[in-house]
């Protein structure tokens, strides 16, 4: 079984001797059973006369001209690649650096992305970019040691931890591809589906409770992630020469694959749920429990919620769709988007409703141009009830009505917490995801010696588990020598901020992001005391050197969007708990100008919000019309309003030494005290760990 499109196509004459193709939609894939077919609906009209009377409406039994939908190219370099093998199997063993056209498409369904060093001038410095798909996080302790050492090996000796709660290993050359590539799936780890038009990382809670609904949906993700993985054995003939892996998969995932009741299947093909042209664009899913928007659920082409009843007994889920992040700068036809409630299913039947919304995808987003290929423009065309619909034919249901959830709180874990089965959990922030220096070595260090498994969160972090009590003092020293200190020593602006790696690899870079974040949040914090904002006070700021949104600036209270060279487009509204979209306030602001914009808009919510109100509930709150004023009358701090903030000092003199100690670090006298408390209780702690 193979794969066609169809498309609705007419072509109106009347009144018109140049008469022009006008294509009304896509009308996606369509089953053939020998090739690839185009349908071609053409229905004339024309004009004919000897005259000046017109005849209208002629119909002929000519054969019509061939006339194809527009597909992009992607589209064409998947139909011929022998479902994600051809050229690509031919490319990675030629000794030039790079790959072609074709197989940089290609290579994404395995997981990679062909990059050259931007900050490079001349012949460019290929390399590839690999990344790991780890359903929930979950890393076992011999994947994680791997991995480090492949990144000291082959790569630019760091790991970068995703907001899809993956690796990311950098700076890995053509030649070296195959070996990387085998020894992470031979050390139970995969890329496969890691980047491409498939189904994503599946997102989950890293927080490795013990708890019925927490462990329910770690399995919900993994079972989803199994239903959604490529069947066809490209990766393997790719990467280990066809090399068979056994696994074990639960039967409801096997049977929910292999089910064709309500046509959703490609029969007879390697690819069932997939056939040859895969999805219009990348597909992401995230399952949570009630509460916990630790996964950022809305940002999610699909959000699975479980529903336990009053015992604490999963039940079913709620589901949502249509959220997605990417955009383009000055195109208003692109844009962010949160997923909407689409109904609730029993627990026995997530994988077919699952699978239904990724066909319903499959079989109606656009093909022809990939800016408008992802669900959520599906669901702005149709409508939630129309979607509704078409995916209950594939899933042969009707939805039930989603159920009341309470409200949603963003939750980080970092820190130590009790897994509930007698052992402890240790989250830890990383600062922009990216573990390296003695942080790394660190890392290696307790991971190795206590063999201990690994969590990664959507929210760039570590979680280390299953730690016994025994076990917390020596390893809270270790990690506090490599600078992973636990989250009252951490600034608390850099908890929840998050960046994207941009320059110098990134190919889709405009500005910095996750080089450019550090001086940011040092400039906000110096802000924040200026204005007389408290220590302990925060909002949440991404940065991102593009529109495309890895990051989810879009959700942030602050976002900060690359819109050109040393430029932002500047984002406000995002919520805390991530489910209220941003929206954008100012464009081309330089960053060497976020003072001009930032400081008036923080001094004016630390003095006129409402109790307990965050600094996104303010921007909406007060509309950004008159946020807009505010900035553009802005003439500094009113003398009489300024202030010192003596909250760490005794007296106005230490204060004032400190901060003229600060500024030849270029930081303020808050983060430099902070610093020095920060050295003295991990000395503090490495002198007792000794005793």
């Given at each position: 079984m193979t794969t066609s499109f169809g498309a609705a196509i007419n072509i109106?004459?009347?009144?018109?001797?140049?008469?022009?193709?006008?294509?009304?939609r896509f009308n996606g894939l369509k089953s053939t059973s020998n090739s690839i077919l185009l349908s071609r609906c053409i229905h004339r009209s024309f004009s004919h006369s000897n005259s000046t009377s017109i005849v209208r409406a002629v119909s002929t039994p000519a054969k019509p001209a061939a006339v194809e939908p527009k597909r992009s190219k992607v589209e064409i370099f998947k139909e011929q690649s022998n479902f994600i093998r051809y050229p690509l199997n031919e490319?990675?063993?030629?000794?030039?650096?790079?790959?072609?056209?074709?197989?940089?498409?290609?290579?994404?369904?395995?997981g990679s992305y062909m990059q050259y060093n931007r900050d490079e001038r001349g012949t460019r410095s290929y390399s590839?970019?690999?990344?790991?798909?780890?359903?929930?996080?979950?890393?076992?302790?011999k994947l994680y040691l791997v991995m480090d050492d492949l990144a000291d090996q082959f790569g630019i000796g760091t790991l970068r931890l995703t907001t899809r709660?993956?690796?990311?290993?950098?700076?890995?050359?053509?030649?070296d591809l195959k070996t990387v590539m085998s020894t992470i799936i031979h050390n139970m780890g995969s890329t496969l589906g890691a980047c491409g038009d498939l189904n994503r990382n599946v997102l989950a809670p890293a927080a490795p409770f013990a708890k019925k609904d927490y462990v329910f949906a770690k399995q919900t993700a993994d079972n989803i992630a199994a239903l959604l993985t490529p069947q066809s054995g490209f990766y393997y003939d790719v990467w280990v020469d066809g090399e068979k892996f056994m696994t074990v998969e639960p039967p409801e995932v096997v049977k929910a694959r292999n089910d064709n009741s309500h046509g959703t299947n490609f029969p007879d093909s390697p690819e069932p749920i997939y056939g040859t042209q895969f999805l219009p664009r990348k597909f992401k899913i995230a399952v949570t429990v009630p509460s916990d928007n630790s996964v950022d659920i809305f940002t999610n082409d699909i959000g699975v919620v479980v529903v336990s009843d009053e015992d604490g007994e999963p039940q079913g889920f709620n589901i949502y769709v249509g959220g997605g992040m990417g955009r383009t700068h000055r195109m208003e036809t692109t844009f962010p988007r949160l997923a909407e409630p689409l109904g609730y299913v029993p627990k026995a039947d997530i994988l077919y409703a699952v699978k239904a919304i990724?066909?319903?995808?499959?079989?109606?987003?656009?093909?022809?141009?990939?800016?408008?290929?992802?669900?959520?423009?599906?669901?702005?065309?149709?409508?939630?009830?129309?979607?509704?619909?078409?995916?209950?034919?594939?899933?042969?249901?009707?939805?039930?009505?989603?159920?009341?959830?309470p409200q949603w709180e963003?939750?980080?874990?970092?820190?130590?917490?009790e897994q509930g089965d007698g052992s402890l959990f240790c989250g830890l922030h990383v600062d922009n995801g990216r573990v390296k220096g003695e942080m790394k070595k660190a890392l290696r260090e307790v991971i190795e010696k206590y063999n201990l498994n690994v969590r990664l969160t959507p929210n760039q972090n570590i979680i280390l588990s299953n730690i016994r009590q025994s076990w917390k003092r020596s390893i809270t020293?270790?990690?506090?020598?490599?600078?992973?200190?636990?989250?009252?020593?951490v600034d608390p602006l850099n908890l929840t901020a998050m960046a994207c790696p941009a320059f110098p690899l990134c190919p889709l870079a405009i500005t910095e992001a996750e080089r450019g974040i550090p001086d940011i949040l040092k400039r906000v914090r110096a802000m924040f005391d200026k204005v007389g904002l408290r220590f302990y006070e925060s909002v949440v700021i991404r940065v991102t050197g593009c529109p495309n949104g890895c990051a989810r600036p879009y959700m942030a209270e602050l976002g900060l969007v690359g819109d050109g060279p040393n430029s932002y487009q500047i984002w406000l509204g995002g919520t805390p708990n991530q489910t209220v979209l941003a929206r954008s306030f100012k464009d081309k602001v330089k960053v060497q100008d976020l003072e001009k914009v930032l400081e008036p808009l923080f001094f004016f919510w630390k003095r006129k919000r409402h109790s307990k109100e965050s600094f996104g509930e303010f921007s909406n709150r007060l509309g950004f019309e008159k946020l807009g004023d505010l900035v553009e009358k802005w003439d500094g701090i009113p003398e009489s309003s300024s202030r010192y903030n003596l909250k760490l000092f005794a007296d106005k003199e230490t204060y004032q030494a400190m901060d003229a100690l600060a500024r030849i670090q270029n930081k303020n006298a808050h983060q430099l005290?902070?610093?020095?408390?920060?050295?003295?209780?991990?000395?503090?702690?490495?002198?007792?760990?000794?005793?």
């Open positions: 109106a004459a009347v009144d018109d001797p140049n008469p022009k193709l006008q294509i009304q490319e990675i063993l030629n000794d030039a650096p790079n790959i072609n056209e074709a197989a940089t498409q290609l290579i994404k369904f395995h590839f970019m690999l990344r790991t798909k780890n359903p929930g996080g979950e890393v076992p302790n709660q993956t690796f990311q290993l950098h700076g890995v050359l053509k030649k990724v066909v319903t995808q499959r079989e109606n987003g656009r093909r022809d141009d990939r800016r408008y290929s992802r669900l959520k423009y599906l669901l702005s065309s149709w409508g939630i009830e129309k979607f509704r619909s078409v995916t209950e034919q594939y899933y042969g249901k009707k939805f039930e009505p989603c159920r009341e959830l963003f939750k980080s874990y970092l820190g130590w917490h020293t270790v990690l506090a020598q490599g600078g992973l200190l636990q989250p009252r020593f005290a902070i610093d020095v408390i920060r050295n003295y209780v991990a000395s503090q702690q490495n002198g007792k760990s000794m005793d």
